[in-house]
């Protein structure tokens, strides 16, 4: 997984705690740990953001003006930043991975200035994405189409490209409604082994929506029935 991502062991253990990468199982000693994908869907995002202009000074990918090694809320900030078009970001290097990636200073000193960036605002979808675990954009994008999630499209202030937002409301009316196995692990603490193993035996079956299947997402009352049944609550 480091080979592909041409990342250090430190900077995989920083992206895994930033919740940028997150691993297929929470055992750190299991063989297949990571999905190599995860990666490949990485390298593929820092691309779309990347440019090869030479024109602005960067510094390394994550790296604060005034610190070398970012800390777990800083890190999570810059990917928040690149991903809502705030940062730029160069591709010094492509046969570097991760390390072939810098960031504009510049960028980074203007958003810590802005007081734009705000608790409350709305998150792309790409972070939404993230947060709860999907990997596939289209399978997002058919629950926004079908109405199960409410997002809006807006055209960004400062790329000027088109992007989805998702806000706080929506966000929680969307977890109020629907479970996956990152997010059973996020609010009963459970490993996906043992999650899956619970809804498969309970026979729960993903949730289906008009314009085809949504991955493993399951309706939430479904899956708080079965983990209630064997022994589990809400921490």
Known sequence: MRKMLGATEAEMMSLEHADILIPSTAL???RLRWDPKDAEALI??????????DSWWCGGLGLHPDRSSPNRRERRRIFTGLRAG???LKQQSPKAGYHGYQVSIADVIAMDESSSVETGRAASLSEFERGIGMRDAAQLLTLVESG???AESIIHPVTRRRMWTVSESAVAAFRAHFLNLTM????F???RNVSRSILNGAAIRPYLTGKGNVGTLNLRIGVEEALCAAGHENG
Do not use: P, Y
């Open 28 to 30: 750190k000693t299991a």
């Open 44 to 53: 593929d995002e820092l691309n779309s953001h990347a440019s090869r202009s």
């Open 86 to 88: 705030h940062l730029r």
């Open 148 to 150: 199960d999630l409410a």
């Open 184 to 187: 059973i692990e996020q609010e």
């Open 189 to 191: 603490g459970l490993q």
